[in-house]
Nanobody
Framework: QVQLVESGGGLVQAGGSLRLSCAASGRTFSSYAMGWFRQAPGKERELVAAISWIGGSTYYADSVKGRFTISRDRAKNTMYLQMNSLKPEDTALYYC????????WGQGTQVTVSS
């Protein structure tokens, strides 16, 4: 059974940093492009950042470009999202998944940025 477990969220003041982790089990995702998605209350889930299966190519939404960095450790089946200069509008539930996403969504990790 595929399982994606996100961690590292929390409450932080504007301008602060957090590092999210995504651990995959039950299946190797080393040959898949992966992404971080987020969903704020009342809004649709959106792709925030993505990384190619080999890790050499990345994508960032305009809203996070220059502040977030996505990376992956294929050997550990783990992906990360370093988030710097956080803003209140980054407040959301953050998920990891393949990109395009599969049906195997995890529980997500909550990021709350206070002003």
């Amino acid at each position: 059974q595929v399982q994606l477990v996100e961690s590292g969220g929390g409450l932080v003041q504007a301008g602060g940093s957090l590092r999210l982790s995504c651990a995959a089990s039950g299946r190797t995702f080393s040959s898949y492009a992966m992404g971080w998605f987020r969903q704020a209350p009342g809004k649709e889930r959106e792709l925030v950042a993505a990384i190619s299966w080999i890790g050499g190519s990345t994508y960032y939404a305009d809203s996070v470009k220059g502040r977030f960095t996505i990376s992956r450790d294929r050997a550990k089946n783990t992906m990360y999202l370093q988030m710097n200069s956080l803003k209140p509008e980054d407040t959301a539930l953050y998920y990891c998944n393949t990109n395009p996403p599969s049906a195997a969504w995890g529980q997500g990790t909550q990021v709350t940025v206070s002003s």
